[in-house]
């Protein structure tokens, strides 16, 4: 090859740079509005993965508002990021930093798309903090938002119920159970109401009429597992034979008659744990919402109820309250610290869970009565009118109705069917190596 010319030079050096310059722009790309999730494309977000959230509310006096919040993010990024979105719907935003530095934002809907001043490379720690007030489930002038979960004011108290997509109703988020992370929860309550979240009790300070309490929940968390409840709860303590602690917290009015009903969870552990494994977190416990609740719910380390639980039903499903006790503490194991990575494959949740009720009537009452059970599953799921809906198998049901009584009865009976296939020898012991590999990720 014969030297270049200096025109030569200087026209490849332009080539060259314009070539890389435009490369580096391609390799800048805003994070997706999805995580992947086909049965619900709009939950989530791509480009980066979070691995910790502080959430600091504070509550107004008449518990009906958040006056003041902040969350704040540590994340990955997974790509080059130019912008990246948040799930978080309703809520005034009063400022939006990225590594200290102001972020513009867009908001439509549930996403709100937040741009930095700089790129975020691929492989590098962020944080992403928001601040932000108003009342959750209504835009910025007050409107209801159409949601059906998330934080809910109750009059007396609030609670917080997420499943499936409701913590972006009160906190900016990664809204789906691929992106599991650390929580701190810092809840500024006026005096005399007791905040619960999940976890450790880190902290309580008393600030005048204020009283500010500090939760640590140091396990990997979806975001829809998580909860603040507050009321005048008195606190209920235990230990198991393992050595767990067990706190509970029951409205003052009724806390007597919750105790009595939940009187055998240690019992419950104790029976779980030889099937499923040690406890997978650091405490557990209840929280009993001062309202009657048509669900319970598996929030990590403090189960939701409401008040109805005390009467003898816990659901609107009808079954006992001591069955569905059974089936939010088996979830800790089964929904908890295994989470699908999919809302298609909810039955893996709901499944084993109902199958746990059947394993507790077992160990209380005999095989027999278990056996009652399972078979009054089967016909529930096997009737005319069960048919004629098009009831789905387990792991596909429909998007709309994600929480069909196939996913808990048919998933139940397809381990049970396993059971009496294999034999429980072989059954329990499937059992035990599926919570111990859990524990190994």
């Known amino acids: 090859m014969g030297w270049i010319t200096k025109g030569q030079l200087r026209v490849f050096v332009v080539v060259w740079v314009i070539v890389t310059a435009t490369m580096a722009v391609s390799a800048q790309s805003p994070g997706d509005a999805g995580i992947g999730d086909d049965f619900y494309p709009g939950l989530g977000n791509g480009g980066y993965d ?18 003041r919040a902040k969350t704040t993010l540590t994340a990955l990024a997974t790509q080059s990021l130019s912008s990246f979105n948040l799930d978080f719907l309703g809520m005034t935003v009063d400022a939006v930093r990225v590594n200290s530095a102001d972020a513009r934002i867009a908001r439509e809907g549930r996403e709100m798309t937040v741009t930095p001043q700089q790129t975020i490379p691929d492989g590098e720690a962020f944080v992403v903090e928001v601040e932000y007030h108003g009342v959750p489930g209504t835009d910025s002038d007050g409107d209801s938002l159409d949601f059906n979960n998330g934080w809910f004011h109750y009059g007396g108290g609030v609670l917080v119920a997420s499943e499936p997509d409701g913590s972006a109703a009160w906190f900016p988020c990664n809204d789906h159970p691929l992106d599991k992370a650390l929580f701190d929860f810092v809840i500024d309550v006026p005096a005399p109401y007791v905040a619960v ?48 602690v067990i706190r509970n917290y029951f409205p003052l009015a009724i806390a007597e008659q919750a105790a009595e009903t939940f009187a055998r969870q240690a019992e419950m552990i104790a029976t ?18 001062d309202v009657p609740l048509g669900f319970a719910l598996e929030t990590q380390t403090i189960s939701l109820f409401g008040r109805n639980v005390i009467s003898g039903t816990a659901t ?24 699908p990575a999919t809302w298609r494959d909810l039955w893996l949740n709901e499944g084993f869970a109902t199958y746990a009720q059947a394993l507790w009537t077992e160990a209380t009452l005999g095989r027999s009565a278990a056996d009652r059970m399972m078979v009054s599953f089967y016909s529930q799921i096997s009737s005319p009118l069960d048919a004629a809906r098009g009831t789905a198998a387990p792991g596909d049901p429909p998007p709309d109705a994600l929480f069909n009584r196939s996913v808990y009865l048919r998933g139940a009976w397809v381990l049970h069917a396993l059971r009496l296939q294999i034999g429980d020898e072989a059954f329990f012991r499937f059992a035990a190596r599926v919570c111990v590999a859990i524990r190994l990720q």
């Open 50 to 67: 979070v691995e910790s959230y502080r959430i600091e509310v504070v509550v107004s006096d008449d518990l009906a508002a958040i006056t």
């Open 197 to 244: 979240a999940n976890g450790v009790l880190e902290n309580v300070e008393k600030d005048g009429e204020r009283i500010v309490y500090t939760w640590r929940m140091s396990h990997p968390m979806a975001t829809y597992l998580t909860t603040v409840n507050i009321n005048t709860f008195v606190e209920q303590r235990e230990v198991t034979d393992s050595g767990l």
């Open 272 to 289: 779980f744990e030889p099937l499923f494994g040690p406890f997978p977190f650091d405490v557990y416990g209840v929280v009993v919402a």
């Open 316 to 339: 609107g499903s009808g079954a006992s309250s001591e069955s569905v006790i059974a089936h939010e503490l088996a979830h800790q194991w089964f929904g908890d610290s295994l989470t």
